[in-house]
Nanobody, 123 residues
């Protein structure tokens, strides 16, 4: 089992920045892929992903504004969010996969999820 706990959400004005953190515990050695997803009223959206080699991929809507990173020594995942827009308002979730990152955007290969942290961006 892998446990994930997000933190760092909050309220910010448009143009501002936030840094989300995700603390992982449990059998983290078995995790090959980690990602951030978000959900506003409507469908869940993949935001960013990072694999075991540190390769990253982003949703078009956040490219150039968000940066995903990880610290293996601390079993931590991060999402630096800059130039935030009201459209970024959502609950943000950290997720982990034991099966890799292929097809990550759908979220179906992620077996472990955190409880979420709310991000609200006002205009």
């Amino acid at each position: 089992q892998v446990q994930l706990v997000e933190s760092g959400g909050g309220s910010v004005q448009a143009g501002g920045s936030l840094r989300l953190s995700c603390a992982a515990s449990g059998y983290t050695y078995s995790v090959y892929c980690m990602a951030w997803f978000r959900q506003a009223p409507g469908e869940r959206e993949g935001v960013a992903v990072i694999d075991s080699d540190g390769r990253t991929s982003y949703a078009d809507s956040v490219k150039g504004r968000f940066t995903i990173s990880k610290d293996n020594a601390k079993n931590a995942l991060y999402l630096q969010m800059n130039s935030l827009k009201p459209a970024d308002t959502a609950m943000y979730y950290c997720a982990a996969s034991r099966t890799g990152c292929l097809g990550w955007y759908s979220g179906t290969n992620f077996g472990y999820w955190g409880q979420g942290t709310q991000v609200t961006v006002s205009s």
